[in-house]
């Protein structure tokens, strides 16, 4: 429902005469207790205090009056009586502590006439790692083992066909290495001359490992192919 002339002036007056916003409403109709109090602060009049507080204030305004004396007369009730002191039970005597010679001496157990049967000796248990190694035990004091000493790195000896030859571990940057024979025969071995300079071989083996290139004309043809060539269609 809109807010007409009418229903402002009525709200004004009712706001004035003191009634709560929710009797506003009710006397209105068709609107709420908020909406009377949003329209009032539009309005701009002027604000009330809560009627919760106001009922509180006479409530806390008597108690701040009430004489201290009736509060004083009110605490020894509410007080708990205190509990009766029970009496306290007499203390027996400390008896005395003995004398050493009246301690009692424990008897002397000998061991030869102890016929109690000797426990038989544990079985030793030994873990076997690979390889048969025996690892130690937890109770076992077994001395360090000592380091094993160098191992000598001793040249192999040369075989009978390449004894007086050029091998492998031979080459340097002044001998051919032209290899001579196959690499799995015994008698594999290299050239071994002077090189020729500027090249890995020697003058002969270089006049074999590069050759010239002939002329284009003088070059022979190349050999026919087999079964008289390729096949025309």
Request: hydrophobic share 35%.
């Amino acid at each position: 429902m809109s807010w007409t002339d009418e229903r402002i002036d009525q709200l004004k007056g009712m706001w004035e005469r003191g009634l709560t916003a929710s009797q506003i409403a009710e006397e209105l109709g068709g609107v709420s207790r908020n909406a009377v109090i949003g329209k009032a602060h539009r309005l701009g009049l002027q604000s009330r205090p809560s009627p919760v507080k106001a009922n509180d204030a006479p409530k806390k305004a008597a108690a701040a009056r009430k004489p201290v004396a009736a509060v004083e007369a009110e605490a020894p009730a509410a007080r708990p009586a205190p509990a009766p002191v029970a009496a306290a039970a007499p203390v027996p005597p400390r008896a005395a502590a003995p004398s050493p010679s009246q301690v009692a001496t424990p008897p002397k157990v000998d061991p030869v006439a102890n016929d109690a049967p000797t426990p038989p000796p544990q079985p030793r248990i030994v873990s076997v790692g690979p390889g048969g190694f025996l690892r130690q035990g937890p109770g076992d004091q077994q001395a360090p083992i000592p380091p094993a000493p160098p191992r000598r790195l001793v040249p192999a000896k040369p075989s009978a066909e390449i004894a007086d030859k050029t091998s492998l571990l031979d080459l340097t940057e002044r001998i051919c290495k032209w290899p001579m024979g196959h690499p799995g025969e015994p008698d594999f071995h290299f050239c071994g001359e002077a090189v020729n300079p500027g090249f890995p071989y020697c003058v002969e083996h270089c006049g074999r490992a590069y050759q010239a290139q002939l002329p284009r004309g003088t070059r022979r043809p190349p050999p026919p192919l087999p079964f008289g060539g390729p096949r025309v269609r």
